[in-house]
């Protein structure tokens, strides 16, 4: 039954003289664009773990190929397959003997040295959605090979949401970013895909979305932009206001939803009222041949400023291939065209001046860069319109700094790519190596909203990659 409580306590005597319109104002976040912002509840020291690599990384920078790269024309290139199957492109050597990638990755190529290859990674999903969400969380999907479930709080927490959970951050930055937007694709029933927000965790948990192009020359954060009118003495007044309407919610009955907005309302005042976070999202500190070397476009600004964010205490930053109105890597068709105008250029260009700037900054060694997809593409070529389908049964993915081994390749595929024969690995097993390397043992639980402990993750970590 639910209890009642009389209006008498000071706080609610001085909320009842504030005007209606006052309140309303107070608590809408939505009007200093900050309704999606994240938030972080420490749940305690995570458990000491001696095997290789674990804790080596401080921060990860997750770069998603959404789409689905081929193995074949990235780094498992098989030039002797048959001609239905090896492609147009060439393999180039690099630095690691032994180790071709293809031609097209030309930056990429003489830093394979600093980066590690995964070349059996394998499951049975060949749907956008689901195999997105088992990719970013490492855990299967409530609706496992679907297009048609989109995201709800029945989903696995992102990683960087996990992450969140356990690491929370001091100083006002979000502990878990994600940018150019939450992918989706168009072809699919359910839209957006599953495995990028709080999940069972909640809203609070959601990753603080940057949108739009940081290469536009009137980009901006929505999230540190107040609106017309507010100054940052009315902002002073209005947290103060809201702290009098929680101080006499806190004696009611509270849902989670409640509870979530009170941590979005404390991060997003953190956000605004602090120049050092202002000025890590500020990528018009950057010199412009660092802008350049990144890439002039979407992909290569969105890298730069996950390097920014990365190096200013943020511990996970996701960055996923943006809305290109081309199927992004879904190449069903005009396969070979794509991948060389307009998808590896960009991807190459910002992946390997990433590597070089974290390098010289001395941030490589414990900042884990990932490259991957949610899947591959089948070894054989489409006639009609020189395409790859969906083929999640064998594809690769790129790991570099955190302890990773750079010029190791882990895991072996046949003589077209289409299955692994040596050390196959799931997405749970690389999600597994992720966390792994942030510090997360494999015995960590989280509660879901029923209070159910949740393993954080249950695949193996791949330590073999770790030096």
Same mark, same amino acid.
Request: proline share 9%; hydrophobic share 35%.
């Given at each position: 039954?639910?209890?009642?409580?009389?209006?008498?306590?000071?706080?609610?005597?001085?909320?009842?003289?504030?005007?209606?319109?006052?309140?309303?104002?107070?608590?809408?976040?939505?009007?200093?664009g900050?309704?999606?912002?994240?938030?972080?509840?420490?749940?305690?020291?995570?458990?000491?773990?001696?095997?290789?690599?674990?804790?080596?990384? &401080?921060?990860?920078?997750?770069?998603?190929?959404?789409?689905?790269?081929?193995?074949?024309?990235?780094?498992?290139? &098989?030039?002797?397959?048959?001609?239905?199957?090896?492609?147009?492109?060439?393999?180039?050597?690099?630095?690691?003997?032994?180790?071709?990638?293809?031609?097209?990755?030309?930056h990429l190529?003489?830093?394979?040295?600093?980066?590690?290859?995964?070349?059996?990674?394998?499951?049975?999903?060949?749907?956008?959605?689901s195999?997105?969400?088992?990719?970013?969380?490492?855990?299967?999907?409530?609706?496992?090979?679907?297009?048609?479930?989109?995201?709800?709080?029945?989903?696995?927490?992102?990683?960087?949401?996990?992450?969140?959970?356990?690491?929370?951050?001091?100083?006002?930055?979000?502990?878990?970013?994600?940018?150019?937007?939450?992918?989706?694709?168009?072809?699919?029933?359910?839209?957006?895909?599953?495995?990028?927000?709080?999940?069972?965790?909640?809203?609070?948990y959601?990753?603080?979305?940057?949108?739009?192009?940081?290469?536009?020359?009137?980009?901006?954060?929505?999230?540190?932009?107040?609106?017309?009118?507010?100054?940052?003495?009315?902002?002073?007044?209005?947290?103060?206001?809201?702290?009098?309407?929680?101080?006499?919610?806190?004696?009611?009955?509270?849902?989670?939803?409640?509870?979530?907005?009170?941590?979005?309302?404390?991060?997003?005042?953190?956000?605004?009222?602090?120049?050092?976070?202002?000025?890590?999202?500020?990528?018009?500190?950057?010199?412009?041949?660092?802008?350049?070397?990144?890439?002039?476009?979407?992909?290569?600004?969105?890298?730069?400023?996950?390097?920014?964010?990365?190096?200013?205490g943020?511990?996970?930053?996701?960055?996923?291939?943006?809305?290109?109105? &081309?199927?992004?890597?879904?190449?069903?068709?005009?396969?070979?065209n794509?991948?060389?105008?307009?998808?590896?250029?960009?991807?190459?260009?910002?992946?390997?001046?990433?590597?070089?700037?974290?390098?010289?900054?001395?941030?490589?060694?414990?900042?884990?860069?990932?490259?991957?997809?949610?899947?591959?593409?089948?070894?054989?070529?489409?006639?009609?319109?020189?395409?790859?389908?969906?083929?999640?049964?064998?594809?690769?993915?790129?790991?570099?700094?955190?302890?990773?081994?750079?010029?190791?390749?882990?895991? &072996?595929?046949?003589?077209?790519?289409?299955?692994?024969?040596?050390?196959?690995?799931?997405?749970?097993?690389?999600?597994?190596?992720?966390?792994?390397?942030?510090?997360?043992?494999g015995?960590?639980?989280?509660?879901?909203?029923s209070?159910?402990?949740?393993?954080?993750?249950?695949?193996?970590?791949?330590?073999?990659?770790?030096?």
């Amino acid at each position: 039954m639910r209890r009642s409580f009389p209006l008498t306590c000071p706080e609610f005597s001085q909320l009842s003289r504030v005007p209606r319109r006052d309140v309303l104002r107070a608590g809408s976040l939505g009007m200093l664009g900050l309704g999606g912002l994240a938030s972080q509840v420490s749940a305690g020291p995570v458990a000491v773990n001696g095997a290789p690599g674990f804790g080596r990384a &401080k921060r990860c920078i997750f770069l998603f190929m959404w789409g689905g790269p081929s193995q074949l024309e990235t780094f498992d290139m &098989k030039p002797d397959a048959p001609s239905e199957v090896r492609g147009e492109f060439d393999p180039v050597s690099t630095p690691v003997p032994g180790l071709h990638i293809c031609e097209h990755f030309t930056h990429l190529a003489p830093l394979m040295d600093k980066v590690a290859v995964v070349r059996s990674l394998t499951h049975d999903d060949p749907a956008h959605l689901s195999s997105g969400h088992t990719t970013l969380t490492g855990h299967l999907p409530p609706v496992n090979k679907s297009d048609a479930e989109p995201p709800s709080e029945k989903d696995t927490p992102h990683l960087g949401a996990m992450l969140s959970k356990l690491r929370p951050t001091t100083g006002g930055m979000p502990s878990f970013i994600t940018m150019p937007w939450k992918a989706l694709h168009p072809a699919a029933p359910g839209g957006q895909a599953p495995g990028q927000h709080g999940g069972w965790l909640g809203r609070s948990y959601d990753p603080l979305l940057l949108e739009g192009d940081p290469n536009a020359a009137d980009w901006k954060v929505p999230a540190l932009a107040l609106s017309d009118g507010v100054t940052a003495h009315r902002l002073d007044d209005r947290r103060h206001l809201l702290n009098v309407i929680d101080r006499q919610r806190q004696s009611l009955e509270r849902s989670p939803v409640s509870l979530d907005l009170d941590t979005q309302q404390q991060k997003a005042f953190g956000l605004l009222t602090s120049p050092d976070v202002r000025r890590a999202f500020d990528l018009q500190q950057e010199p412009d041949e660092v802008r350049d070397a990144y890439g002039r476009n979407i992909h290569g600004q969105c890298v730069l400023l996950a390097r920014r964010l990365a190096e200013h205490g943020v511990p996970f930053v996701s960055v996923n291939w943006h809305q290109d109105h &081309k199927n992004f890597w879904d190449t069903h068709g005009n396969n070979f065209n794509r991948l060389k105008n307009d998808l590896i250029p960009p991807s190459d260009r910002a992946l390997a001046t990433l590597l070089t700037d974290l390098d010289q900054r001395g941030m490589l060694d414990d900042t884990l860069v990932v490259w991957v997809g949610e899947f591959g593409r089948r070894p054989q070529i489409t006639a009609n319109n020189a395409g790859r389908e969906h083929h999640p049964f064998c594809y690769n993915g790129l790991l570099a700094g955190g302890g990773i081994t750079g010029g190791a390749i882990y895991g &072996k595929s046949n003589d077209i790519a289409s299955h692994p024969i040596e050390d196959p690995a799931s997405p749970h097993d690389l999600a597994a190596t992720i966390l792994h390397a942030l510090g997360v043992d494999g015995t960590t639980t989280l509660p879901d909203r029923s209070s159910r402990p949740r393993f954080v993750y249950d695949g193996k970590p791949i330590t073999e990659l770790f030096s």
